[in-house]
C-alpha cells in the first residue's frame, strides 16, 4: 500500500485567507545607564546591535556574536549577561548598566582604576565586557551565590584566585592578561582601591 504525500507546503494558506502576522517591531522602555529610552526595534534586533547602532555606546563590543567570549557582557538588574544572545524587546522595564554607566574618566568606578592600576588588559577590546562581568563577580560572591568551584555550599563563599578564575571564565581575553585581571578583582573586593 503506497501513501501519496500532498503537494501543498505544510505551512500553507487556506485559499481566499490571509496569514495572521505578527509586528515586525516593537516599542520598549528599558533604563539605560540611568536614563529612561524607550525605542521602536525590530522583534530580532539584539541588545547588543542596539547598545552599538542605534544608542552608539559602542564600549560593548561584538566579539563572536555567539555568546562564547563575553565583550559584549553588560549588566541588566545588576546580573551579568552576554548582550549579543539576548533580544532588545526582552528588556522591557529593565535597568541596564553598559561600561558608559559604571564611570566616567574623570570619575572612574573602582573596578575600572583597578584595571587600570594592574594593566588588566592589552588590546582593549575585551575590556568592558571584563570590567561589567567583575562587577557582577563580585555582587555574585557578596550574595553567597555558590560557583562550580564552591567547596562548601552551605558556608559564605569565600573570594579565592580559584573562585574568581571560574566565575570569569566566560569572559576570554586573546592578550592573555588574566592575572592582572585576577589581581584588579581582587583589590577592589578587599576594597583596598584608590
Request: glycine share 8%; aromatic share 2%; hydrophobic share 40%.
Amino acid at each position: 500500500m503506497s501513501m501519496a504525500l500532498s503537494a501543498a507546503p505544510v505551512n500553507a494558506v487556506e485559499p481566499g485567507k490571509t496569514a495572521a502576522q505578527a509586528p515586525a517591531s516593537s516599542a520598549v522602555t528599558f533604563t539605560l545607564n540611568g536614563r529612561r529610552q524607550t525605542l521602536e526595534v525590530d522583534n530580532r534586533t539584539t541588545l547588543l546591535d542596539v547598545l552599538r547602532e542605534r544608542l552608539k555606546l559602542t564600549g560593548t563590543k561584538k566579539g563572536c556574536d555567539h555568546g562564547q567570549c563575553g565583550a559584549c557582557t553588560v549588566l541588566v538588574e545588576g546580573r551579568r549577561i552576554n548582550a549579543c544572545l539576548s533580544l532588545a524587546v526582552m528588556h522591557e522595564g529593565d535597568s541596564i548598566t553598559t561600561i558608559e554607566g559604571l564611570g566616567t574618566p574623570e570619575r572612574l568606578h573602582p573596578m575600572q582604576a583597578a584595571f587600570i592600576k594592574h594593566d588588566g588588559y592589552q588590546c582593549g577590546y575585551c575590556t568592558p565586557g571584563q570590567i561589567c562581568s567583575a562587577v557582577a563577580v563580585l555582587a555574585e560572591l557578596k550574595a553567597g551565590i555558590p560557583s562550580h568551584v564552591t567547596q562548601d555550599l552551605i558556608a559564605p563563599v569565600v573570594q579565592t584566585p580559584a573562585e574568581l578564575r571560574e566565575r570569569m571564565s566566560g569572559n576570554i581575553c586573546r592578550c592573555g592578561a588574566y592575572s592582572n585581571i585576577i589581581d584588579a578583582i581582587a583589590e577592589v573586593a578587599t576594597g583596598e582601591t584608590a
